[in-house]
């Protein structure tokens, strides 16, 4: 299963996207379909701190016979260190995102993000010269963390410069955390600008990654950015998510104990050993 | 003696107006065929400039256009060096513009510069195109299986469309352009 954790969608004026911004997207999510993509993540880019009473201006499309797991995705780029950007999930604004990124602009604020910011993926800006050096001893604490940085090949499709920039920081990425925690992106802003998976693959083992590991950047590692913004999100303390019972289907019903009455008048009349242990098992998640 | 070992790249060129097989496709869409352009239809307003949705008319891609598109993208993005490792296979062995499926042979050991060359060329004439790989395999058979079947798979899709559109003239060409492109795949050299 391929992801494309970045297709931008930051409105180009006002504070909800236009028409012709979202036929734009429809374009890409369709193309992204076609080329064999299976979820995508729409991103909304803001720089500098969050404006109050934010609302979240993605709106998922409604896709009828395309199988496509659609995400929500906060790009902040953050540039002072003195500022509290309020990234946890008490923050409302933030929290109505389902992935959260942030663009670290200087080399304190990436130290800062490496090391303790609450997020999923650190998305430098590739397709120019990187402000700074990328260190062993700060990217492996985002690695430690199971933080994931984020490569975009949209910009090196559009021109050559940009493409010699991506390969040259790609490859001094790819050095320091010798190709862990790396997902590669599009960040397409149009859908001529997208590629099928197993191109990306492919320029990927160019830039020195193994060929399973390039796969991996692009199924596996997105994965498990979902994975861990969901654990960011929804879980207390990353051990436990509570769900309200009403979620539960028909089929799982049985979790709730009790079942019918028709049915625990049967297992009381028996009482044979395995319906005993059925019934301590239904009444377990009561507790 | 070692025989020289190629590799057979089989690829799909998208296009902005490219109709996008299962996927939903907008009303206004047509089909990609050069002369099937429903008349009257509303010109593209997109912000971005051309999207290539205005250009039936333009002649279908010749197979020189192709080679030279992926030697020029070879070129710039491998300089003379990779230019010239990659020379001397490189060849064009087939191209259909009904469906914009192609083949080419590689060499293999250089396989994924032509591809990454393939990758990063963004128009053809042009116009602004997707070039994507769908199979890549050592003998040229297998390729020609697998694009049949994609072809097959593809005019099937366009058919239907244009049985929906109660456009006989063109299902009709639809199925000529199928047996076409499936003997002149089969009459391939192996």
């Known amino acids: 299963m391929f992801y494309d954790l970045n297709i931008p969608v930051t409105p180009s004026s006002g504070s909800t996207p236009s028409a012709l911004d979202q036929l734009e997207t429809r374009k890409r999510v369709e193309l992204l ?28 499309l ?35 995102y389902d992935i959260l990124a942030v663009n670290p602009t200087n080399e304190k604020l990436f130290q800062a993000a490496c090391g303790t ?22 990217v492996g604490l985002a690695v430690e963390r199971g933080i994931y940085f984020e490569l975009c090949y ?37 859908a001529m600008e997208l590629r099928g998976p197993y191109d990306i693959v492919n320029f990927g083992t160019l830039l020195g990654l193994n ?10 590692h997105c994965r498990a950015v979902a994975m861990h913004a969901e654990t960011r999100r929804n879980t207390n303390r990353a051990v436990m998510s509570v769900a309200p019972v009403a979620s539960l289907a ?20 028996k009482g044979t050993a395995s319906n005993k242990k059925a019934k301590e098992l239904q009444s377990e998640p009561v507790k | 003696m070692v025989r020289f070992k190629n590799r057979y790249l089989l690829f799909e060129i998208v296009y902005a107006d490219t109709p996008l097989g299962w996927t939903s496709i907008p009303a ?84 994924h510069i032509v591809w990454g060359a393939l990758t990063f060329i963004n128009q053809l004439k042009g116009r602004p195109c997707i070039i994507k790989v769908i199979h890549t395999s050592g003998t040229i058979k297998k390729c020609q299986l697998t694009t049949i079947k994609y072809d097959r798979d593809r005019i099937m899709f366009l058919r239907n469309q244009a049985q929906l559109l109660k456009d006989s003239q063109a299902y009709t060409q639809l199925g000529l352009a199928y047996k076409e492109s499936a003997d002149e795949v089969n009459s391939l050299e192996i």
């Not at chain 1, 040259?168 to 599009?186: E, M």
């Not at chain 2, 205005?54 to 230019?83: M, T, W």
């Open chain 1, 33 to 60: 379909a076609h080329l064999g993509y299976q979820a995508v993540a729409y991103n909304n880019e803001i720089t500098g701190k969050m404006p109050q009473n934010h609302v979240n201006p993605i709106t998922k």
């Open chain 1, 62 to 96: 409604a896709l009828p016979g395309i199988n496509l797991k659609q995400y929500s995705r906060l790009t902040l780029v953050v540039d002072d260190i003195s500022q509290n950007y309020g990234l946890n999930t008490n923050n409302p604004s933030i929290a109505s």
């Open chain 1, 117 to 138: 910011f609450e997020v999923d993926i650190i998305s430098l800006d590739m397709s120019a010269r990187l402000p700074f050096y990328l260190k062993h001893s700060t």
């Open chain 1, 154 to 190: 949209g910009a090196a499709i559009r021109d050559a410069t940009a493409r010699r920039n991506l390969i040259s920081n790609a490859q001094s990425l790819i050095r320091v955390t010798r190709g862990k925690n790396i997902i590669i992106s599009s960040q397409a802003m149009r």
């Open chain 1, 211 to 220: 060929q399973a590991v390039a796969k991996d950047c692009l199924s596996s």
């Open chain 1, 250 to 269: 028909e089929t799982e019903q049985w979790k709730l104990g009790g079942g019918t009455p028709g049915g625990k008048r049967k297992n009381d009349n």
């Open chain 2, 28 to 111: 206004s869409t047509s089909l990609a065929l050069p002369n099937a352009t429903q008349p009257g239809e509303a010109a593209d307003q997109s912000p971005f400039g051309d999207t290539g949705r205005n250009n039936y008319r333009l002649p279908p891609l010749a197979n020189k256009d192709l080679l030279f598109a992926l030697k020029d993208s070879i070129a710039e993005n491998f300089g003379d060096y990779g230019a010239g490792l990659t020379q001397r296979p490189l060849t064009l062995k087939y191209f259909s513009p009904h469906t914009n499926v192609g083949i080419f042979r590689i060499s293999r050991e250089e396989m």
